[in-house]
C-alpha cells in the first residue's frame, strides 16, 4: 500500500489517492479505529498534507463512503437477459463478494460507523438501497409495481442488507448457501404474497414460466416437496 517514494500529484489524483488509502484501510478495521497518521503514511505523505485535502476526518470519512456506495450500488446492476432466478444469484454473488472485501467498511456503510447522524452518510445509505430497489423492479419489468411487490422488494433488500451484516460477525454459514438462501426467500415472500393478491399471482406465474428446472427457484421447490409429509391432511373449512 506505501510505496515508500514521494512525488508530486495533482490535487484530485491526491484526493483520489487518499480515498483509496482510506478505504483500503477501513476495509480491515472500522473507520473509528483507523487515525489520520496512519492514513497519512500508508499515502506516503505528511499529516498536515492530509488536511490540505480534507479539512478533517469526518469529510474523507463522507468521501471514502461515497466511493464504497457507488460501487456496492453498481452490484446490483445485470443484464436483463435470461431467467430472473440466475440474474437474481448473480447479483448476490457480487453483493457478497463486495461484503466479504470490505466487512468492516460495509458495517460502517450501513450502520452509520463513526457518521451516525449525519445527513450526508444517511443520504448515501439510502442511495444505495434505493438503486437496489430500482435494480429488482427493472429485472421484473413492471413500470408501475402494485403496492404488495413495492413491499416485497423493499423487505427483500433489507434481508440482503441485514444478512450479510450479521454473516460478517463469525461468518458461521457458508456465503454460497447465504446468497442461495437469499434468491430463495425473495421468490417465497413473492409467493406468499401471490396467495393473498391476483396481481401478485400474476406476477409470479410469470416469473416462474421463464425458470429452468436447474434453476435456483425450481431448486427451492424441490427442497420444499421433499421436506412435505407424504399425505397433507387439509383442515375442514366451517361454514
Do not use: C
Not at 21 to 32: C, G, I, K, T, Y
Not at 79 to 84: A, I
Not at 222 to 235: D, E, F, I, K
Amino acid at each position: 500500500m506505501t510505496t515508500g517514494v514521494r512525488r508530486r500529484m495533482g490535487v484530485e489524483e491526491r484526493r483520489q489517492q487518499l480515498i483509496g488509502v482510506a478505504l483500503e484501510l477501513f476495509s480491515h478495521r472500522s473507520p473509528d479505529e483507523v487515525s489520520i497518521d496512519e492514513i497519512a503514511a500508508a499515502a506516503g505523505i505528511s499529516r498536515p498534507l492530509v488536511y490540505h485535502y480534507f479539512p478533517g476526518k469526518q469529510s474523507l470519512y463522507e468521501a471514502a463512503l461515497r466511493r464504497a456506495a457507488d460501487e456496492l450500488a453498481a452490484r446490483f446492476q445485470e443484464p436483463h437477459e435470461g431467467p430472473l432466478g440466475a440474474r437474481l444469484l448473480r447479483v448476490m454473488g457480487r453483493f457478497f463478494d463486495f461484503v466479504d472485501e470490505h466487512g468492516p467498511g460495509f458495517s460502517a456503510l450501513m450502520r452509520g460507523g463513526p457518521a451516525v447522524g449525519s445527513t450526508t452518510t444517511n443520504a448515501m445509505i439510502d442511495e444505495v438501497r434505493q438503486a437496489a430497489y430500482d435494480q429488482i423492479l427493472a429485472h421484473l419489468g413492471i413500470q408501475q409495481p402494485p403496492a404488495r411487490l413495492r413491499l416485497i422488494v423493499r423487505s427483500w433488500v433489507s434481508l440482503a442488507e441485514s444478512t450479510a451484516l450479521i454473516w460478517l460477525d463469525g461468518r458461521q454459514i457458508p456465503r454460497g448457501e447465504l446468497e442461495l438462501q437469499l434468491v430463495h426467500d425473495f421468490a417465497a415472500l413473492t409467493a406468499v404474497s401471490a396467495a393473498y393478491d391476483h396481481e401478485m399471482a400474476g406476477v409470479l406465474l410469470r416469473i416462474l414460466a421463464d425458470e429452468p428446472a436447474d434453476g435456483p427457484f425450481a431448486d427451492l421447490v424441490g427442497r420444499l416437496v421433499a421436506l412435505a409429509p407424504r399425505t397433507v391432511r387439509v383442515p375442514e373449512q366451517r361454514v
